[in-house]
Each structure stands twice: as structure tokens, then as C-alpha cells.
């Protein structure tokens, strides 16, 4: 069974830099691209990034690009989301996911049940 546990979510002032971070089991880690999430109130979720077994293929949305970085750690399991210089409008439910296969190109399939991000002063 898939689970996907992400933490590091919470109140930020704009212009801070946390790290989001996610658990992952259930499934080979090795052999699936991850990605991250979020959905703002009123807004449909969309991906931020993602990340295929090739490390150096990545995806960003334009809304984030230079500010954020997905990086992964295939020992640990784990998926993090570094987000820089934070804005307000960064504020959403952040969630972790698994594609369907190897490459981020693909899409995914699962989610965990996210961490919220507040970004306020």
C-alpha cells in the first residue's frame, strides 16, 4: 500500500525559506518519479515540481521556477521540497506524490495528505 506522509508545512513569513519533506512506502522508491502538489483555496491542485529517476530531469511551474528545488534520497525514501522567497500567493496545501512510472512526463497516481503552507506576516 502506497503512503506518502509529508511534513514541514506551517505558518511563514514572506521571504522564508522551509523544506518540505515526504515519507514514502509501499512501493519501489527507486523506480518512480515523485512530484509536488498544492492546491490554494478556490483553485484546482496543480504540480509545482517533480522529479524522475534521472534526477536531472525536473519539472517546475513558471509560478515557482528559481525559487523552489525537488530534490530526492532514494536510501532514506524521502522527496523534499525546498521553497525559497516565499509569497503569499504560495500559500495551499502542499502534497507529496508518486508518478506512474519512472518518468515525471507520465503523470502520477498518488497522493499523500498533504502539509498546509501559510505564507503571512
Known amino acids: 500500500q502506497v503512503q506518502l506522509v509529508e511534513s514541514g508545512g506551517g505558518l511563514v513569513h514572506p521571504g522564508g525559506s522551509p523544506r518540505l519533506s515526504c515519507e514514502a512506502s509501499?512501493?519501489?522508491?527507486?523506480?518512480?518519479?515523485l512530484g509536488w502538489y498544492r492546491q490554494a483555496p478556490g483553485k484546482e491542485r496543480e504540480l509545482v515540481a517533480g522529479i524522475s529517476i534521472n534526477v536531472n530531469r525536473k519539472f517546475y511551474a513558471d509560478s515557482v521556477k528559481g525559487r523552489f528545488i525537488i530534490t530526492r534520497d532514494n536510501t532514506r525514501k524521502m522527496v523534499y521540497l525546498q521553497m525559497n522567497t516565499l509569497k503569499p500567493d504560495d500559500t495551499a496545501v502542499y502534497y507529496c506524490?508518486?508518478?506512474?512510472?519512472?518518468?515525471?512526463?507520465?503523470?502520477?497516481?498518488?497522493w499523500g495528505q498533504g502539509t498546509q503552507v501559510t505564507v503571512s506576516s
Open positions: 506524490s508518486k508518478g506512474f512510472t519512472s518518468d515525471y512526463l507520465r503523470g502520477f497516481v498518488s
Open positions: 509501499g512501493f519501489i522508491f527507486s523506480n518512480y518519479a
